[in-house]
């Protein structure tokens, strides 16, 4: 049988704009993820905790007010100091194509935006979490 | 996966070693067995299993949440497993329940642990039970079990908890009705959330008349507005009252043999379903009835083998 | 010619007459460009009882056909761009370019730590300040922001929720300072903390705090600031999340409800506070609906404010709203192409009788719009206000089978809901237990497997694709704008009299924890600079935090 892949959606920062990560929630958990979602203004910390707590495959981050470029690398440093620096990070939002060099370099696994195919996501999931157990599994 | 290592870190209390090892299980994983054998039977001995139950929007998390809070304030280690249905269509599901733990989630002395039905009927997933000790093998005091009441799972819930608390608020009125007959009289404890909101008096008018027992009624009802934190020391002061007076009548030893035969029980029909799903297909059956053929398979699969075994066991060999 | 319906001559001889005397209109003659009389209200050939009931009047209850008599022949609606960006400094700039640009009232957008209640320097702000707006710590920020703009002479609105009130007083300070009274200051705070719960997310409070900060709001302006909007009740935003059009009306009504009875409650006589409630709604893309959802709103709230709270005064029973065009529906693919979504959006907002509108830039699904985007969102409304004629006759759809019939059935639908929600034990229960978001969250996950599926086409996005370079122009906001306002608010904080900003805060919490009006020891906090975390943070003590 096919394993299930546990992903988490969190919303760090104060941006309250929820439903892109309300909606990729809903189509993975349609394509067969089980998802928990965060809510809302977390702390990068918070989300790190979690994604531990739950042992996640993935962690899906979304980001609609531009804080993208500081909040997403300190979620993917704050998974390191918790003891999740394997845990792959993804992104979507409101980002500017010219940043998202700077966010790969910083360890974002995948960046989404505006009008990005669901599908395409759904798949970028799945290959960072079949990725992330083939890891492990070594 | 080295599974001594990953027991020693989780006797620790390492977040991501407890998570690991729940994973293992829930995946029916070899090294999840083998962990679980090596579990601190004394902290789980030690450690109560609340259950909390009730209709959705009764205000389950929000109750949950408040406990953990006070029971930090009491020192203790704390965990909370919380089940969402898996969709039926994907599998998939969303487990949202966490969004009102997140206040604890800096806390070490906080487990939390977010679980999906996957596929299983009632309201609970296979593999609850083993995710309960393992948090109480990490030293989790109390573990708290909430799963959304729809149908069977109370039953199911009310089997494995040590304790069972049915949460319910005003607005749910007809479901009272529905679950009178079972949830009223299976659970330790009902408690009235929202009690400040219109409505809370209908509540205690229908929980009253489903009790009929007054001294039941002073035992057994309490009211708490979760939101703002009213009643819940209450609440865990009679919790606790209650584990005290369970373990020493010997009550609570008993329960859990319950709950293990339960589990057990239920664990070899899990392991069952399989091969007996493959017999049914090989056998390709067309004109016996489903009845006879389902004895018929068993006797052959279960029954005869054993009495063989006793035979032999008679016979020396 | 038969004789006047008497209820015409009626309205001309009350409603319309005192509006012409208060406001001529623009022009003498309106006209078609051949020369053609452009008619100020068509009607139908035979005025009957049903058309009184559902149509009515301009300016007259329902409300249908629009709040004013003449509407835009009168008076074109506000024209005013949400703006506010980095610091205080950089968005007052913007803001007089504005005014020099023709905008005629400012909107102030504020970053995310100053809706919620932080200062710059809070952990919690990491990242977000000056991002979606502009950062207000202090009264010093506030007086920078307003700098050479005579608050006696515009109007200004302020999308400020949770710690609306601290704003309000901050503005209140800078008028004084510029030798303006509280009383002509002109203008409208959102203060519309219920929808946070469900959509926006900037909330800070419990709901029940919060309705009391707005009540203490209410009565305070009542008393001192006769001529300011002191709430918007916002659709627009329960609309982002991806709500219907009903359910926009129907959750946006439900909260007003909720306000009015807390405000009646708190022992407000109604006709005090309730022709000072604004509304605000979304203006998408299908226009007709759009259209039928405006005009169905008007009229549901005047029928709720008579029928449930029996107002009386004409005034307390008007929907008056801003209108700004959907964000969600700006693409970031061949964003030219916003242009023109934007300019159906704002045309269903002018047919659907808005007071002020907002043009969304076409880059916002990409950044913060620059300059020349924003420009030319304003050119879209001086187009439709001056060229396309629309403008000159008033509630120009009225009469259409399909605008009437959907009319009709939009304020059904959300008189509908509006009825579940009362039956559930009011929106705080159903913001506690989920039911008003998971409505919202239900159709938003429809809309989206729509287009998902191809079943909806969005232009650019799921057809009519091309490669494009990725070559528009964005703002972006420097790094370095969070650490001077870092910078800035703690060089403030070290100068300021110690003594007096404990004493104010105090003040702050002594008022909160006793129930006596809020507002006055929030003013004179903030005239000694406490600052908005600080004032917030005693807040907070007082009344705990929200979480969801």
């Known amino acids: 049988m096919d394993k299930r892949y546990r992903v988490l959606i969190g919303k760090p920062g104060l941006d309250g704009h929820d439903r892109g990560a309300k909606f990729i929630a809903r189509a993975l958990r349609d394509a067969g993820f089980e998802v928990i979602y965060t809510g809302i203004r977390r702390t990068v910390d918070e989300i790190a905790a979690a994604a531990i707590q739950e042992d996640v495959a993935a962690v899906g981050l979304s980001s609609m007010s531009g804080a993208h470029m500081r909040l997403f690398p300190a979620v993917v440093e704050a998974l390191a100091r918790a003891g999740g620096a394997d845990i792959p990070v993804l992104g979507g939002g409101i980002i500017p194509d010219e940043d998202i060099p700077a966010l790969k370099n910083a360890g974002i696994t995948a960046i989404f935006t505006p009008g990005t195919p669901i599908d395409t996501i759904i798949e970028a999931f799945r290959a960072a979490c079949r990725t992330h157990l083939g890891q492990q599994a070594r | 996966m080295n599974v001594d290592f990953l027991v020693q870190a989780l006797h620790r209390g390492d977040a991501r070693s407890v998570a690991r090892a729940i994973t293992l299980v829930e995946e029916g994983d070899a090294g999840g067995t083998a962990i679980l054998e090596?579990?601190?039977?004394?902290?789980?001995?030690?450690?109560?299993?609340?259950?909390?139950?009730?209709?959705?929007?009764?205000?389950?998390?929000?109750?949950?949440?408040?406990?953990?809070?006070?029971?930090?304030?009491?020192?203790?280690?704390?965990?909370?497993?919380?089940?969402?249905?898996?969709?039926?269509?994907?599998?998939?599901?969303?487990?949202?329940?966490?969004?009102?733990?997140?206040?604890?989630?800096?806390?070490?002395?906080?487990?939390?642990?977010?679980?999906?039905?996957?596929?299983?009927?009632?309201?609970?997933?296979?593999?609850?039970?083993?995710?309960?000790?393992?948090?109480?093998?990490?030293?989790?005091?109390?573990?708290?079990?909430?799963?959304?009441?729809?149908?069977?799972?109370?039953?199911?819930?009310?089997?494995?908890?040590?304790?069972?608390?049915?949460?319910?608020?005003?607005?749910?009125?007809?479901?009272?009705?529905?679950?009178?007959?079972?949830?009223?009289?299976?659970?330790?404890?009902?408690?009235?959330?929202?009690?400040?909101?219109?409505?809370?008096?209908?509540?205690?008018?229908?929980?009253?008349?489903?009790?009929?027992?007054?001294?039941?009624?002073?035992?057994?009802?309490?009211?708490?507005?979760?939101?703002?934190?009213?009643?819940?020391?209450?609440?865990?002061?009679?919790?606790?009252?209650?584990?005290?007076?369970?373990?020493?009548?010997?009550?609570?030893?008993?329960?859990?043999?319950?709950?293990?035969?339960?589990?057990?029980?239920?664990?070899?029909?899990?392991?069952?379903?399989?091969?007996?799903?493959?017999?049914?297909?090989?056998?390709?059956?067309?004109?016996?009835?489903?009845?006879?053929?389902?004895?018929?398979?068993?006797?052959?699969?279960?029954?005869?083998?054993?009495?063989?075994?006793?035979?032999?066991?008679?016979?020396?060999? | 010619m038969a004789a006047k319906d008497p209820r015409l001559r009626d309205w001309e001889e009350k409603e319309l007459a005192a509006s012409l005397a208060r406001f001529p209109e623009r022009r003498q003659h309106f006209t078609c460009p051949g020369g053609r009389e452009v008619e100020r209200l068509a009607l139908p050939d035979e005025i009957d009882e049903r058309y009184c009931e559902d149509l009515g009047f301009p300016g007259r209850y329902p409300f249908t056909r629009g709040v004013q008599p003449t509407m835009y022949r009168g008076r074109l609606w506000t024209m005013r761009q949400y703006a506010g960006f980095s610091t205080a400094r950089a968005s007052n700039e913007r803001y007089r370019y504005l005014l020099d640009q023709g905008q005629t009232g400012l909107s102030i957008a504020f970053d995310l730590p100053t809706q919620i209640g932080y200062d710059s320097d809070d952990p919690m702000a990491l990242g977000e300040v000056g991002k979606v707006g502009v950062a207000i710590d202090t009264l010093a920020d506030m007086e920078i922001l307003f700098d050479r703009i005579p608050l006696d002479k515009i109007s200004t609105s302020m999308t400020i929720n949770s710690p609306a009130m601290v704003l309000l007083a901050m503005y209140v300070a800078v008028a004084e300072k510029q030798g303006v009274a509280a009383d002509r200051l002109r203008g409208t705070i959102q203060n519309d903390a219920l929808k946070e719960y469900v959509a926006r997310g900037t909330y800070i409070f419990p709901p029940r705090p919060s309705l009391r900060l707005i009540t203490d709001i209410f009565r305070w302006c009542a008393d001192h600031m006769p001529r300011f909007n002191t709430i918007s009740i916002s659709g627009y935003h329960i609309r982002e999340a991806g709500s219907t059009a009903s359910q926009e009306v129907a959750f946006t009504l439900a909260n007003g409800i909720t306000y009015v009875q807390a405000a009646l409650d708190a022992g407000l006589s109604l006709d005090t506070f309730a022709r000072r409630l604004a509304f605000f709604f979304n203006a998408h893309s299908n226009l007709l609906e759009e259209v039928a959802k405006f005009r169905a709103a008007r009229r549901l709230w005047a029928r709720i404010m008579k029928e449930r709270f029996g107002a009386t005064d004409p005034a307390s029973m008007m929907l008056r709203f801003h209108a700004q065009t959907a964000g969600s529906t700006l693409t970031a693919q061949q964003v030219d192409n916003n242009i023109v979504r934007v300019t159906i959006q704002a045309l269903a907002a002018v047919l659907g009788g808005t007071q002020s509108l907002h043009t969304n830039s076409r880059d916002e699904a990409l950044s913060l719009p620059t300059e020349e985007s924003v420009r030319t969102a304003l050119r879209t409304q001086q187009i439709i206000a001056h060229e396309s004629g629309v403008a000159d006759t008033v509630d120009p759809l009225a009469g259409s089978w399909f605008i009437e019939q959907l009319t009709d059935a939009i304020e059904a639908e959300a008189r509908e809901l509006i009825r579940q929600v009362d039956e559930a034990g009011g929106v705080i229960a159903c913001i506690e237990n989920g039911f008003i978001s998971s409505q919202i969250e239900e159709a938003s996950y429809r809309y989206q497997q729509e287009v998902e599926q191809g079943e909806r086409i969005i232009v650019g996005v799921n057809a009519f694709q091309v490669e494009e370079e990725a070559t528009v122009p964005v703002l972006k906001i420097d790094p370095a704008v969070e650490d001077e306002q870092v910078q800035r608010l703690r060089q403030l904080k070290a100068q300021r009299d110690r003594e007096q900003v404990a004493a104010a805060l105090r003040d702050v919490e002594q008022a909160a924890r006793s129930g006596t009006n809020l507002m006055e020891p929030v003013l004179a906090a903030v005239r000694c600079y406490c600052s908005l975390g600080e004032i917030c943070g005693v807040l907070r003590q007082v009344f705990g935090e929200y979480r969801d």
């Open chain 2, 38 to 317: 090596q579990l601190d039977r004394e902290r789980i001995e030690q450690a109560l299993l609340i259950g909390v139950t009730g209709p959705p929007g009764a205000g389950k998390s929000t109750l949950c949440a408040q406990m953990i809070g006070q029971l930090r304030d009491r020192d203790l280690r704390v965990g909370i497993v919380a089940i969402d249905p898996s969709s039926p269509l994907s599998g998939g599901a969303i487990l949202g329940d966490r969004v009102r733990m997140m206040r604890h989630a800096l806390d070490p002395g906080v487990a939390v642990r977010s679980m999906a039905t996957r596929g299983r009927l009632g309201g609970l997933c296979s593999a609850a039970g083993a995710a309960v000790r393992i948090m109480a093998a990490s030293g989790c005091r109390v573990v708290l079990l909430e799963t959304v009441g729809v149908g069977q799972s109370e039953m199911d819930i009310v089997a494995l908890a040590d304790i069972t608390i049915m949460v319910l608020a005003p607005g749910f009125g007809d479901e009272i009705q529905a679950m009178k007959a079972g949830i009223l009289e299976v659970a330790d404890l009902l408690v009235i959330n929202k009690a400040d909101q219109p409505g809370a008096q209908r509540l205690r008018l229908d929980m009253a008349a489903a009790l009929r027992d007054p001294g039941d009624r002073q035992q057994r009802i309490l009211e708490t507005v979760a939101s703002e934190g009213r009643g819940v020391t209450e609440l865990l002061d009679r919790i606790f009252l209650l584990e005290e007076a369970l373990r020493d009548g010997g009550a609570l030893e008993r329960r859990r043999r319950r709950s293990r035969e339960l589990e057990t029980l239920d664990q070899a029909l899990e392991l069952l379903r399989e091969p007996l799903r493959q017999r049914i297909r090989d056998r390709n059956e067309k004109t016996r009835d489903p009845r006879e053929l389902a004895r018929e398979i068993v006797e052959r699969m279960v029954i005869m083998p054993a009495q063989a075994a006793r035979n032999d066991d008679e016979h020396g060999s």
